[in-house]
């Protein structure tokens, strides 16, 4: 945890509300997201018991499994969940358009929009990856057949999990920790877990405080969990007899009906409170304005939806149940690449963000007072435009001489530090030599070179291109990590 969000956290217990740790929103926010709210069967592995499903807040669709230790019962609710998501994933299939690639020698096609699924935890991520690992693989025909559907579900839910594990990425959110990006509570990160608690401190009812919000929260019989694990005290007493009934009721029709319906309505009252909170946590996040480089992160996520769309088009089979040594590898750079992105994206839109980083010595905030924006070296082959600039600060410059400094107010350039001079009031004169982002001209467009009196922000954080590294192709994987992969049919 950092210094700035531990004061924001204890912030938030004095003053009995959540507090912001962001000015901007981070994430994309669809203006048509997937809402779902799953439910588990406590004591089997992953055995969904009911979900909540919807676009909008009065749509929700109850999907249930009557008898979850019933296998076909489990694939037949697979099937039900394919029938809502499998056309709200092709409702985004419609335009496209070009992106410029090669340095604009080609271009290639996405989609102008793309799908996202939001759920309450990062539990139901979870429940979202393992119910795809388990459907993914299964079949139309041959021993326990299931709907054509269910095995195209299975591809397009370990599409969503792992695009989850991809810093920055919007395409499969938990609502927790989307708002706990943007605001600190005063409890801690693993009862951050709990969504009915996260919005207690965000939005506490009129004459209460958040931690009196989070208290209230925590009573089952008042908000019930957010899933998919539900309460043991409502499994034992409610949800364990409804189902012996369902199941003693198999030759009467009428009754079997009627024990469904109690099923149901036991089911949906569990559910509907996290259905109302989830989109009450969906209107707190639209409330705040989107950075700028959100839109380019989520173009990533179109382009990662467009390329799946066109594997599964083209009869792709599903994804492996394990990497091999050279996926993995690369799976592992891109995670890492991501991440360092994100942060840094993060930083550069985010004054709050970008705090963090100059408490950490990465960045500093001072006041340009002098500029020499005609300076020209020709010490080289040829004349270069080098603007100069002195800058001022009462912050640490731990940045040595030699140093490339950026500027979120202009990411295209760097400045590098030619002095850094300690002043006897505190005060560090650092004197920088700037590049880039000017044209190829000698002379500065306005506004290219920070003014005189403008304040600005250096950093060593740079939002500029990561090379990736360089691996053998998965059929030259060396014997010591496995050899090839073996090519076999899944």
Request: glycine share 10%; aromatic share 6%; hydrophobic share 45%.
């Amino acid at each position: 945890m950092s210094t700035l969000r531990a004061l924001a956290r204890a912030q938030a217990v004095a003053a009995g509300r959540a507090q912001p740790v962001a000015t901007v929103r981070h994430l994309h926010l669809s203006d048509r997201p997937l809402v779902l709210v799953p439910l588990a069967l406590a004591g089997e592995a992953n055995a969904p018991l009911a979900a909540l499903v919807g676009t909008a807040p009065d749509e929700a669709r109850l999907l249930l499994v009557p008898q979850p230790r019933n296998r076909d019962q489990r694939f037949a609710f697979a099937a039900e969940l394919a029938g809502v998501l499998l056309p709200y994933l092709d409702s985004f299939r419609g335009g496209t358009e070009a992106v410029a690639v090669d340095r604009g020698r080609d271009v290639r096609h996405r989609y102008v929009d793309a799908p996202q699924l939001l759920v309450p935890n990062p539990a139901g991520i979870t429940f979202l990856r393992l119910f795809g690992r388990s459907t993914r693989f299964r079949r139309p025909d041959g021993d326990h057949p299931v709907h054509p559907s269910v095995p195209v579900l299975g591809r397009w839910l370990t599409f969503f999990a792992e695009r989850a594990e991809q810093p920055g990425s919007a395409a499969l959110v938990a609502l927790t920790d989307a708002l706990t990006l943007h605001w600190a509570t005063g409890q801690s990160a693993v009862e951050d877990l709990h969504l009915p608690a996260v919005l207690g401190w965000l939005d506490p009812p009129p004459g209460s405080t958040g931690a009196e919000a989070a208290a209230r929260a925590e009573d089952p019989a008042v908000c019930p969990p957010a899933g998919p694990a539900t309460d043991p005290d409502f499994d034992n007493h409610r949800l364990a007899p409804a189902i012996e009934a369902y199941a003693a009721a198999e030759d009467d029709p009428v009754a079997r009906a009627a024990a469904y319906d109690v099923l149901a309505g036991l089911l949906r009252d569990q559910l509907a409170p996290t259905w109302e909170l989830m989109w009450r946590g969906v209107g707190l996040l639209r409330a705040v304005p989107p950075g700028a480089r959100v839109a380019g992160r989520w173009a990533g996520d179109r382009d990662a939806f467009t390329a799946h769309a066109e594997h599964v088009d083209a009869g792709g089979g599903p994804q492996p149940r394990r990497d091999g040594a050279v996926a993995a590898a690369l799976r592992l750079q891109r995670l890492e690449r991501a991440l360092t992105g994100w942060a840094v994206q993060r930083a550069y839109d985010d004054p709050l963000v970008m705090a963090e980083h100059r408490l950490a010595g990465e960045a500093f905030v001072g006041e340009v007072t002098l500029a020499d924006p005609k300076r020209v070296d020709d010490s080289g082959r040829r004349p270069v435009l080098r603007p100069r600039i002195q800058v001022v600060t009462t912050e640490p410059v731990p940045m040595p001489v030699g140093a490339t400094l950026f500027s979120p107010a202009r990411p295209g350039q760097k400045a590098t530090v030619v002095f850094v001079t300690p002043g006897a009031d505190g005060k560090t004169d650092v004197v920088l030599e700037l590049s880039g982002g000017m044209g190829r001209g000698l002379t500065a467009p306005a506004g290219s070179v920070p003014e005189v009196g403008e304040r600005i922000c250096l950093t060593s954080l740079s939002d500029g291109f990561l090379p990736g590294g360089a691996f053998p192709a998965p059929e030259e994987t060396p014997w010591t990590h496995g050899g090839p992969p073996e090519q076999h049919a899944e």
